[in-house]
């Protein structure tokens, strides 16, 4: 299958700080690619669909000036936590698509712990 | 809204032993159904789609609109099989609403 890859896989800031998380697909071109935040012992919830060229689509409840998307090349989705605090510690999880209906491929996670 | 759920947390079974996870969704629109599996220290990968109705590892499940159900099953679990096993339904655009997950331990 198709390779995603997340960088990095593990990431501490200190509270306020900002932090960035890439998700590239390495032998596709990802034209949709979905952001997933996972809680321990919970499941994965979508935070947000980016496309390539246009502006993100965030589920509810999700912040988007909180948690900022870019999508600015078909290879390559960013997701950056703004002014974070201890709370948003977690599992972030990027999966890549070529189009509507064809498999998403996923990342490998990246722990973000906020201190 | 959408919803699935998996009721079982952590799964044993013996090797040889049937395995079955269950996976009931809540969704108004045309429902399309995944499972994935995580093996240790691995990424999330598809196993299975409703649509392509095949077996995939001696996997199989079935859509059951009627109970809205997509449970997964297996008539003999391998050592191989332990992983974690996430029940997923597309509600647009490949928008993915995750179970909570099975882990499943396939004891020798």
């Known amino acids: 299958g198709a390779v995603v890859s997340q960088h990095p896989s593990r990431v501490i800031c200190k509270s306020g700080t900002s932090v960035k998380i890439e998700c590239r697909s390495l032998?596709?071109?990802?034209?949709?690619m979905f952001w997933y935040r996972q809680f321990p012992k919970k499941s994965l919830m979508l935070m947000a669909t980016?496309?390539?060229?246009?502006?993100?689509?965030?589920e509810q409840g999700v912040e988007k000036d909180k948690f900022l998307i870019n999508h600015a090349s078909l290879t390559l989705s960013t997701l950056t936590v703004t002014s974070a605090h201890p709370e948003d510690s977690s599992f972030y999880i990027c999966s890549a698509s070529q189009g509507v209906n064809t498999e998403a491929f996923f990342g490998q996670g990246t722990r973000l712990t906020v201190v | 809204a959408q919803r699935v759920t998996q009721p079982e947390k952590l799964l044993s079974v013996f090797k040889g032993a049937p395995v079955e996870l269950k996976c009931n969704y809540s969704y108004s629109g045309s429902p399309e159904l995944f499972w994935y599996v995580q093996y240790s220290r691995q990424r999330l990968q598809l196993l299975l789609r409703h649509i392509s109705r095949e077996s995939i590892k001696g996997f199989t499940a079935d859509l059951n609109k009627g109970e809205t159900s997509f449970h997964l099953k297996k008539p003999f679990a391998q050592e191989e099989d332990s992983a974690m096993y996430y029940c997923?339904?597309?509600?647009?655009?490949?928008?993915?609403?995750f179970g909570k997950g099975n882990q499943v331990v396939v004891i020798p």
């Open positions: 032998d596709f071109q990802a034209t949709t």
């Open positions: 980016s496309n390539e060229g246009s502006k993100a689509t965030y």
């Open positions: 997923a339904l597309n509600y647009g655009n490949n928008r993915l609403a």
